[in-house]
């Protein structure tokens, strides 16, 4: 493949072949503009140059790549359903990549912070780039139970990184802040499996056990080389603002910010998904827990990021409407995110596409979360 730089290509320009970042992480298709706002996102990220078989034109020409087309997620003609399976594919990607730091922090191989941060800064872009649709695919990352760990370090590391977006983190930070995420659990990896797996009552001796996995995570990543800001996130994920967490009981001044907005992530994921110990239960119930903040437990800014970045009915989640119609919600609604925009079963547009539309007070409601055995119906 041919490189080029990215701040020399011409806005609004078309390649006659897909452009990628690497070997595998595309960029624009043939069909796709290389706008001005895509370079200069890829300038923020610090990527200097793309590659690329083709090379860019005034005007779309038809580009050859027809046979790379189910595999590019950012083409604007791509059908909803092929984006969800994009989005698929990404988090079986990430969860495979966490399952292999994992592994190597297991078998005590070297991990390199620069590399790990290199990784994530492409994740982020894809996280950055289709978020809507890896919200609507998190809840089937949980299918394998001995997998949990895993699922909720990749499902964690999702909502935290679109917390940060929310929160208009510079770049350098994003990184970090993902890097944080996909180690924040690294010191349960240094526990028996059996008592984090365990489906029965943890013994007292267990669950001091338990306690010391956020110690023994930031010791690791402290011999690893990593900064005290990705450190310490692993110390503090279980610390809580009114001091009631664990394992130094600190109070929200001297929580890190990586920290904080870890904690909210953490705590959505394990509300609403599968835990060895009891069931799932809808996202909907996990926002509306945080948002209770019983305690004033959580960083209100971090809360209100992922309200404002799921809506208090999360993207994703299955719906009974006012119609009487199912759905489910695909898209936050930014001015209020009590009335997020719903994909409804069995209503078509002209276009022969799923109907969607904004609920609103008067209008379209939602009624209620749907149950497994609802969606399933």
């Not at 072949?17 to 001005?36: G, K």
């Not at 870890?262 to 609403?272: G, M, P, Q, T």
């Not at 925009?341 to 979360?369: A, C, H, M, W, Y």
Request: negative net charge; charged residues 25%; glycine residues 6%.
């Amino acid at each position: 493949m041919k490189s080029y730089t990215v701040r020399d290509i011409p806005p609004n320009y078309f390649f006659t072949e897909p452009v990628y970042l690497d070997a595998n992480f595309l960029v624009a298709a043939p069909e796709m503009p290389f706008t001005a706002e895509l370079i200069q996102t890829l300038s923020d990220w610090d990527f200097r140059e793309v590659l690329s078989d083709g090379e860019p034109r005034d005007s779309y020409s038809g580009g050859t790549g027809g046979g790379s087309v189910v595999n590019l997620a950012r083409a604007a003609a791509l059908a909803d359903a092929e984006k969800i399976k994009w989005a698929e594919q990404f988090c079986q990607e990430l969860k495979a990549y966490i399952n292999e730091l994992f592994s190597a922090v297991f078998m005590g191989e070297p991990v390199s912070f620069n590399r790990v941060a290199e990784q994530a800064k492409v994740f982020l872009g894809r996280i950055r780039e289709d978020q809507r649709y890896l919200l609507r695919v998190l809840k089937n990352m949980e299918n394998v139970k001995e997998d949990y760990l895993i699922a909720h370090t990749a499902k964690s590391t999702i909502i935290a990184v679109i917390i940060g977006l929310y929160l208009k983190l510079p770049p350098h930070r994003l990184i970090e802040l993902g890097v944080a995420a996909l180690f924040h659990e690294i010191g349960m990896i240094k526990l028996p499996a059996k008592i984090y797996l365990n489906s029965r009552t943890l013994s007292p001796e267990e669950r001091t056990m338990i306690y010391k996995h956020p110690a023994l995570g930031y010791n690791t990543l402290k011999e690893y080389g990593f900064p005290l800001a990705v450190s310490l996130a692993a110390l503090e994920h279980h610390e809580r603002e009114n001091g009631a967490g664990y394992p130094r009981r600190l109070t929200s001044d001297k929580i890190s910010l990586y920290s904080k907005i870890i904690a909210v992530a953490c705590s959505y994921d394990a509300i609403s998904s599968y835990r060895p110990h009891r069931e799932a239960r809808d996202e909907y119930t996990g926002i509306v827990e945080l948002l209770k903040n019983e305690g004033k437990q959580y960083d209100d800014a971090a809360i209100r990021a992922l309200v404002y970045s799921l809506s208090i009915y999360p993207i994703g989640l299955y719906v009974l409407l006012s119609s009487g119609k199912k759905g489910q919600v695909v898209d936050v609604n930014p001015e209020n995110p009590r009335f997020p925009i719903v994909q409804i079963f069995g209503e078509l547009n002209p276009d022969g596409k799923t109907r969607t539309q904004e609920t609103s007070l008067d209008g379209l409601r939602i009624l209620r979360p749907l149950t497994r055995e609802e969606i399933g119906d």
